[in-house]
């Protein structure tokens, strides 16, 4: 049942917008200058049949992938310092938290300066993008769990590793889980972002030149595009931490 709701809603919205784009419907929005969906559907089976459009794919791919693996080992690394330790907190916490608020789009000029090419400049807006995320998350994950649980291992004769590997580690994974799936998230908007700024190939790029030719179904096959390769990275996040965090009770790890 929850399946047919989902693929319903689907198929109204799609029936909706053929309606309305068919018909040249003009009620205050313009639906008449968009592409119906049949128009869309054809682009799009012409498109999947040849190899730019798998080579866009493969590089935007790459590019998030890259930087989002980046963004996660240093993101949960600092998280866990910065909440761990009062020192390290108060040496990096500063100029983290001025630089957080700056969006990762506007640091596009940087990279253009900072990097030998393009595609490191692009790899380092991905990885800016998910990092903010991901460290807050973890940050304020690890400073959420009891305290009675540290000092029930450390009772034990617990060293300060074990401390970290059996109760901060294993007690932050779901507020983790829940900062890498915002950060694929913000990731995939500054990489299409960056790709339509200053790649040379991409899903973004694409997109963008197809809007440059005025070619506006294929346009809105790279927005389908992007949404789907979205949602699918997500999923695949946040299937991984259903994963690894079977011990939590069912209610806690949806």
């Known amino acids: 049942m929850r399946w047919a709701l989902r693929i319903g809603s689907l198929a109204a919205g799609l029936l909706l917008w053929q309606l309305l784009t068919a018909s040249d419907t003009r009620v205050w929005l313009r639906f008449d200058q968009l592409p119906t969906v049949v128009e869309v559907a054809e682009r799009f089976v012409a498109q999947i049949g040849g190899v730019e459009y798998y080579r866009d ?21 600092l998280g866990v310092v910065i909440a761990r330790s009062t020192v390290l907190g108060d040496l990096l916490r500063p100029p983290l938290e001025v630089v957080r608020p700056i969006p990762a789009i506007a640091l596009v000029p940087i990279a253009i300066l900072l990097f030998p090419t393009d595609e490191q400049g692009i790899v380092f807006i991905t990885f800016i993008a998910a990092f903010f995320p991901i460290l807050v998350s973890t940050r304020h994950a690890v400073r959420a769990l009891p305290t009675i649980w540290e000092d029930a291992v450390r009772t034990m004769g617990g060293s300060r590793w074990q401390v970290l590997f059996r109760v901060v580690l294993p007690g932050t994974l779901p507020g983790v889980f829940g900062g890498l799936s915002v950060g694929m998230g913000v990731a ?9 700024i200053s790649g040379q190939f991409g899903v973004g790029y694409r997109t963008w030149q197809a809007y440059t030719v005025v070619d ?14 979205g949602y699918l990275t997500s999923a695949a996040v946040e299937l991984l931490g259903r994963r690894v965090t079977r011990w939590l009770p069912r209610e806690a790890s949806r």
């Open 57 to 77: 794919l493969g590089n935007s791919l790459a590019r998030i992938m890259t930087g989002f693996l980046l963004a996660a080992v240093l993101g949960i690394a």
């Open 188 to 196: 995939w908007i500054c990489v299409i972002s960056a790709e339509m």
């Open 216 to 229: 506006y179904p294929s346009v809105i096959v790279g927005m389908v595009t992007i949404g789907l390769l």
